[in-house]
């Protein structure tokens, strides 16, 4: 999970986390819904974005899955440690506004999500959302949808994990977003909610910030 912060949306405030290893958001082990959820809302064939990656070994898992995934990460460190953790030999290029590392079936575009474009990444089938629209501010949610809707292939969908809390309690990230606000937001789209449990037995951090209650919810979004 990810820690509260003033400039959490700052560039710098990422870069720095990164570059001091601050990064408790990262989740060591395969995501248990990308598991449990994979068979019903990922196509065998789909080609996947991960915006806002991290070094998440969901991708090396979907790669396995023969799958061929896309990351979009702010950070350089985090995309040379996960080649380096997944025992990958990368080819590196430059290809403005990114920086690319390759291999095998999996790519990494170091830089910012909102330089992606169809024109310099192709379009997905599946959107995987872990933790990127929790780790945005309100107002910038409605530009990262738009932005993802504009790069999913017709019949595309996105498997989302998000979380709500009471705002008053804790400033984000992770920032609470709510079922109301997902549904407003994906306006045009079928969204199903697949899973809600209180998650708060096991992120005991944000109990000690003020926290009385945590949700986390799955949610599998359908374009139509």
């Given at each position: 999970m990810l820690e509260c912060g003033a400039n959490a949306m700052n560039h710098d405030f990422w870069l720095n986390?990164?570059?001091?290893?601050?990064?408790?958001?990262?989740?060591?082990?395969?995501?248990?819904?990308?598991k449990r959820f994979y068979d019903e809302t990922i196509p065998r064939s789909a080609r996947i974005l991960a915006p806002l990656c991290g070094k998440s070994v969901d991708l090396r898992w979907l790669a396995d899955k023969g799958h061929d995934v896309v990351g979009v990460e702010l950070s350089s460190i985090a995309a040379a440690a996960f080649m380096r953790?997944?025992?990958?030999?990368?080819?590196?290029?430059?290809?403005?506004?990114?920086?690319?590392?390759?291999?095998?079936r999996i790519t990494f575009l170091v830089g910012d999500f909102f330089d992606l474009t169809p024109e310099n990444a192709g379009r997905f089938?599946?959107?995987y959302d872990r933790a990127a629209l929790i780790a945005l501010s309100p107002d910038v949610r409605p530009r990262y949808v738009a932005r993802l809707?504009?790069?999913?292939?017709?019949?595309?969908?996105?498997?989302?994990?998000?979380?709500?809390y009471d705002p008053q309690s804790m400033n984000g990230p992770p920032f609470a977003v709510r079922e109301d606000e997902i549904r407003s937001l994906y306006?045009?789209?079928?969204?199903?909610?697949?899973?809600e449990y209180d998650c708060l037995e096991n992120e005991p951090q944000f109990r000690q910030r003020g926290l009385q209650w945590m949700k986390e919810a799955v949610y599998r979004i359908d374009s139509t």
């Amino acid at each position: 999970m990810l820690e509260c912060g003033a400039n959490a949306m700052n560039h710098d405030f990422w870069l720095n986390r990164w570059q001091e290893n601050r990064i408790g958001f990262h989740l060591p082990e395969v995501n248990p819904h990308l598991k449990r959820f994979y068979d019903e809302t990922i196509p065998r064939s789909a080609r996947i974005l991960a915006p806002l990656c991290g070094k998440s070994v969901d991708l090396r898992w979907l790669a396995d899955k023969g799958h061929d995934v896309v990351g979009v990460e702010l950070s350089s460190i985090a995309a040379a440690a996960f080649m380096r953790e997944q025992g990958l030999t990368a080819e590196t290029s430059t290809e403005p506004p990114f920086t690319v590392f390759r291999a095998d079936r999996i790519t990494f575009l170091v830089g910012d999500f909102f330089d992606l474009t169809p024109e310099n990444a192709g379009r997905f089938d599946l959107i995987y959302d872990r933790a990127a629209l929790i780790a945005l501010s309100p107002d910038v949610r409605p530009r990262y949808v738009a932005r993802l809707g504009s790069l999913l292939n017709p019949g595309g969908r996105a498997l989302l994990i998000s979380l709500e809390y009471d705002p008053q309690s804790m400033n984000g990230p992770p920032f609470a977003v709510r079922e109301d606000e997902i549904r407003s937001l994906y306006d045009g789209y079928e969204v199903r909610k697949l899973l809600e449990y209180d998650c708060l037995e096991n992120e005991p951090q944000f109990r000690q910030r003020g926290l009385q209650w945590m949700k986390e919810a799955v949610y599998r979004i359908d374009s139509t």
